[in-house]
């Protein structure tokens, strides 16, 4: 008679199991470079970017700009944790309550959704109200998840990020939203 063994995990599924993410708070105009230290370090980062187009005395220029001022995301188990906090730059994490912000890895995929889509959209009857949980149920913006903070125009909607108290405002035709 042959017993069948429980699968146990490797240390390395132990380890990727205990990651989360968290955000970390960077030296103001360091968030890029905090962000290159930390792949060099190994450690996984998400940076959100967007394009800015910005103007000197001379000319203008379109550069990249972090999404959220001074916050970068990392998914870290304890070791790496402490390890991030060694980057030049990098000051502390973000929590509330004495309790580290942990981000829900579908929001973290929604974030990374909404940085490289376009938008394009077109207004909508909607019967979404404030306040309640969304989702982007179609188009490319596709399983973006928050809670409807505001209508802006006619083609934007604010979606609170509630782990970071952060807003990002996302073009998205109403009709491709739901409720959550």
């Given at each position: ?6 699968p146990s ?131 490319p913006l596709?399983g973006m ?36």
């Amino acid at each position: 008679m042959s017993e069948l063994a429980e699968p146990s995990l490797t240390v390395r599924e132990e380890r990727e199991r205990a990651r989360r993410w968290l955000v970390l708070y960077a030296r103001g105009r360091f968030e890029k470079k905090v962000h290159a230290r930390l792949e060099e370090a190994g450690i996984t980062s998400f940076l959100p970017l967007r394009d800015e187009l910005r103007q000197w005395t001379d000319r203008k220029k379109l550069v990249s700009v972090p999404l959220f001022s001074g916050y970068i995301f990392v998914r870290v188990n304890e070791r790496e944790r402490v390890k991030a906090l060694e980057c030049e730059g990098a000051l502390k994490y973000v929590g509330f309550g004495g309790k580290l912000a942990v981000i829900p890895s579908h929001i973290i995929e929604s974030l990374k959704i909404a940085v490289t889509r376009p938008r394009e959209i077109r207004v909508e009857q909607t019967r979404l109200k404030l306040g309640q949980p969304v989702r982007v149920a179609h188009g490319p913006l596709a399983g973006m998840r928050g809670r409807l903070v505001e209508f802006r125009g006619n083609t934007r909607i604010a979606i609170s990020i509630e782990a970071i108290n952060q807003v990002v405002s996302v073009e998205v035709a109403l009709a491709d939203v739901a409720q959550e």
